[in-house]
């Protein structure tokens, strides 16, 4: 438990340049507390004490900030940034070395039963207030944009941005972990898709004909 806790906390000294000693991390990190709350909550939850785990994990929640169902299944070394207005979903599958920003969203798409909240494969960054829907998978290496919403799975080593997520050219490993914010500005080049065109075609008719419509207003006028 204690080589664990050792690894989480050096991992968070080397990604986040904030962090000026492990002291610090210890004590003032929500995003580690967090994690350690649920490890507990995991343990009560896979015992089928449903109620004490969401009772750990709902305390959690009022001191950090973030909410991670006590079922979430976190691989090792998650780091999330901050943290707060983030939810991990019952069903979701979090691999080793992921890091998570604050108000990122793993979560469903509807009340059915089963598999239902997005697995992360390792070495996944998701990017501030970016959403992760449904039960699909994002590969190992996968970097999502700021504010994406992904809803179908991501090929390893491909960066997703925009909503809804598209896979962009430049491979993730061209960026660095803490570069979430350029991720966006990997898609600015990228053709817009023909859902994307349509959408701006309605947008702009819809534009026209209410400028008409006031046109033949002021006439009539």
Known sequence: MFRTLREHIETIRREDPAAKNSLEVLLCYPGLH???????????????WFVVARLISHISRFLTGIEIHPGATIGKRLFIDHGMGTVIGETAEVGDDVLLYQGVTLGGTGTEKGKRHPTLGNNVVVGTGAAVLGNIVLGEGVRVGAGSVVVHSVPAHSTVVGIPGRVVK????????????????????????????????????????????????????
């Open 34 to 48: 967090a994690v350690l709350f649920h490890r507990v909550a995991h343990v009560f939850y896979r015992g089928e």
């Open 170 to 221: 430049t491979p993730s490993e061209t960026l660095g972990q803490l570069e979430h914010g350029l991720v966006a500005e990997c898609g600015a080049t990228e053709e817009p898709d023909l859902e994307q065109v349509a959408d701006r075609m309605r947008i702009l008719e819809a534009t026209l004909r209410a400028l008409l419509e006031e046109r033949v207003g002021d006439s009539r006028g």
